[in-house]
T-cell receptor
């Protein structure tokens, strides 16, 4: 069964304290892995799409990496405005084209 | 780029009335749009997949007669909650997928409160 597991469930960091969020997946053929950021009361904001193992993408303080079993979202020197829930989703190679979602990591960055 | 809007952002209605939510892709065309529902502290739950010019595909357990979806153009999909009841109160979010892309871009969401 296709599944996405995110860890940790919640993470509290001090401003400037770098860390990584994990997204482990089992899927019958990966078509894409997606990272989103969601603020309370808002829709998810797109961050990255990764398609194949070894791929990396960066945007400001965020860097996403992908292996055959998991993806990491590395946050370098986070700021309080990086506080949000980070969601990971995968798209399998089947015909239904539906995203399979993790439950998210709630990140709080203290000043 | 890849901006999706939703209207209204929040709505309060009386039980038994119908509510329409619009989802628009502002700077791209989307043959496929998706409607999700999200409960507090939970992840997104897909309700239906909407393809331009054809009937929507509903997920198991979602009443298609209650949640009417219309995808009349490549930039607009609507969700109508018919005869709304308090249990329909939730956060509804749409997404749109550009042509020849796998990424879904999400709208800001609509909070519905049924009294």
């Amino acid at each position: 069964e296709d599944q996405v597991t995110q860890s940790p469930e919640a993470l509290r960091l001090q401003e400037g304290e770098s860390s990584s969020l994990n997204c482990s997946y089992t899927v019958s053929g990966l078509r894409g892995l997606f990272w989103y950021r969601q603020d309370p009361g808002k829709g998810p904001e797109f961050l990255f799409t990764l398609y194949s193992a070894g791929e990396e993408k960066e945007k400001e303080r965020l860097k996403a990496t992908l292996t055959k079993k998991e993806s990491f979202l590395h946050i370098t020197a986070p700021k309080p405005e990086d506080s949000a829930t980070y969601l990971c989703a995968v798209l399998n190679a089947g015909n239904n084209r539906k995203l399979i979602w993790g439950l998210g990591t709630s990140l709080a960055v203290n000043p | 780029g890849a901006v999706v809007s939703q209207h209204p952002s929040w709505v309060i209605c009386k039980s038994g009335t119908s509510v329409k939510i619009e989802c628009r892709s502002l700077d791209f065309q989307a043959t496929t749009m998706f409607w999700y529902r999200q409960f507090p502290k939970q992840s997104l739950m897909l309700m239906a997949t909407s393809n331009e010019g054809s009937k929507a595909t509903y997920e198991q357990g979602v009443e298609k007669d209650k949640f009417l979806i219309n995808h009349a153009s490549l930039t607009l999909s609507t969700l109508t909650v018919t005869s709304a009841h308090p249990e329909d109160s939730s956060f509804y979010i749409c997404s749109a997928r550009p042509l020849a892309e796998e990424t879904q871009y999400f709208g800001p969401g609509t909070r519905l409160l049924v009294l």
